[in-house]
């Protein structure tokens, strides 16, 4: 068995009941809000107009650059709006296809498009569900011009109580086997490795059956964040990526595709759903397949997850997920799960200064001083902060998770990015 090969990070105890839930299908809500920013590619353009019938799987938008992702109607339905200026959970104006779904119908009923191989991804709407949720054929297309030794294949969460990576492994096999043989045939890669958390034995048995051929399956105990590209990279190649901008695990002889991604692929129709873990916390864990443009509220109401006074619901995990501030926020394809913090959990910014313990440094799995560029980043002196490698941080949150007083290291290491990055846009 492969241990984790990570510096720093956090070992949290893992709540193995995760893994036993069977993905619940949720009803379809009485109204899909599709925000047309649903990756790194950027704007979407609609091609669907108020009043328009839309069949499940129709085109609703595209990009009008290449290798770029489209979006599809989750249902069968009427499009009742085209929001001009909808705010979205990371804080941007974006517009928005609201679409009113025939409830009566299955949203799966979608058939499978006629496309090449290499565009598939695009036509398909592919993203790569990583903690960059990137045009799948973005980063095919990257990979195509170099050599491909290793195709890594990740089925491991990216963060403490998600579990709906490991669940594909048990319930998603077939698809998950015909996406990796689309990649093998796009790629060529010498060999072929499944990454599965190692300490859940059915997980374990279920990737083995799965292997075979060219294709491995490699056991790694997740150390939270064992699941981010440059940590996998290390414990699967044995090689270090050094951090410089743009420098890729690609460079390296590697290509990561999450396994939510790749079962996506498998299934050959419109990506117009996700998997996700509902945390209501311990003992209350779900794991849903939910249409996109489901309000998040409606998810948590499915579920029987009230969030109490006080808390918080987090759009993906709870170490680096952004907080929802309206329930009625829907899920995109950058939703990597729904954590509900209860009041006790919540860490409110606190009136404190560091005590230079030095743990965020000691934790950090990028190496970094996160006290100094955050510090840096609160007081404005930006260029101080990227002198200390601000953009090497891959935002997992381990320092702020771990400080002693509670500083918010990471909302003031993404201020500083989204600062110096706004800058560069406006110069
Ligand atoms: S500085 Fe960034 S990479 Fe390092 S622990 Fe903090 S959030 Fe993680
Ligand atoms: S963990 Fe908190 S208190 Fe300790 S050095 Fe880092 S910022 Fe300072």
Do not use: W
Not at 123 to 140: C, E, H, I, S
Not at 189 to 210: D, H
Not at 321 to 328: E, I, N
Request: glycine share 10%; net charge positive; hydrophobic share 45%.
């Amino acid at each position: 068995m492969a241990l984790s090969r990570m510096r720093g990070g956090i070992a949290l105890p893992l709540a193995v009941e995760g893994f036993a839930r069977p993905f619940e299908t949720l009803p379809l809500p009485s109204r899909l809000i599709l925000p047309l920013i649903q990756d790194e590619g950027g704007l979407l353009e609609a091609r669907v107009k108020k009043n328009d019938a839309v069949q499940a799987g129709q085109l609703i938008a595209e990009n009008p650059q290449p290798h770029r992702a489209s979006l599809h109607a989750p249902a069968a339905g009427k499009v009742v709006e085209i929001v001009s200026s909808f705010r979205d959970i990371l804080g941007r104006l974006v517009p928005a296809v609201v679409i009113e779904p025939d409830v009566s119908t299955q949203r799966d009923e979608s058939s499978a498009p006629e496309a090449d191989p290499a565009t598939l991804p695009t036509v398909l709407g592919m993203v790569d569900f990583d903690r960059r949720t990137q045009p799948l054929a973005a980063k095919l297309n990257d990979a195509a011009g170099r050599r491909i030794e290793t195709l890594i294949v990740n089925a491991l969460d990216q963060e403490p109580f998600l579990f709906s990576r490991g669940r594909l492994i048990l319930e998603e096999g077939q698809a998950l086997l015909q996406g990796i043989a689309s990649l093998q045939r796009l790629l060529s890669p010498a060999k072929t490795v499944l990454v599965v958390e190692s300490r859940v034995p059915a997980v374990r048995r279920a990737a083995a059956a799965l292997a075979g051929g060219a294709t491995h399956v490699f056991p790694l105990a997740n150390r939270y964040p064992q699941a981010a590209a440059r940590m996998l990279a290390r414990a699967v190649l044995g090689a270090e990526i050094p951090y410089t901008a743009g420098v890729t695990v690609a460079d390296i002889g590697g290509l990561i595709v999450d396994v939510e991604a790749v079962a996506a692929l498998g299934r050959g129709r419109p990506l117009t759903q996700r998997f996700l873990t509902v945390s209501g916390g311990r003992g209350n864990l779900h794991n849903v397949r939910v249409a996109l443009g489901t309000p998040i509220g409606r998810v948590l109401e499915c579920c029987g997850i009230a969030p109490a006074a006080g808390g918080k619901i987090i759009a993906g995990g709870p170490m680096s997920g952004p907080a929802a501030a309206d329930p009625g926020l829907p899920v995109t394809k950058e939703t990597a799960g729904i954590y509900v913090q209860g009041p006790a959990e919540v860490n409110r910014p606190a009136e404190a200064v560091c005590i230079k313990c030095g743990l965020c440094v000691e934790k950090c799995p990028m190496r970094l001083m996160p006290f100094l560029i955050a510090g840096f980043s609160e007081k404005n002196r930006f260029d101080e902060a990227e002198r200390y490698d601000l953009f090497a941080c891959i935002e997992c949150g381990c320092c702020a998770y771990l400080c002693p007083v509670g500083l918010p290291l990471l909302q003031f290491i993404r201020f500083g990015k989204q600062q110096i990055l706004g800058r560069r846009k406006g110069a």
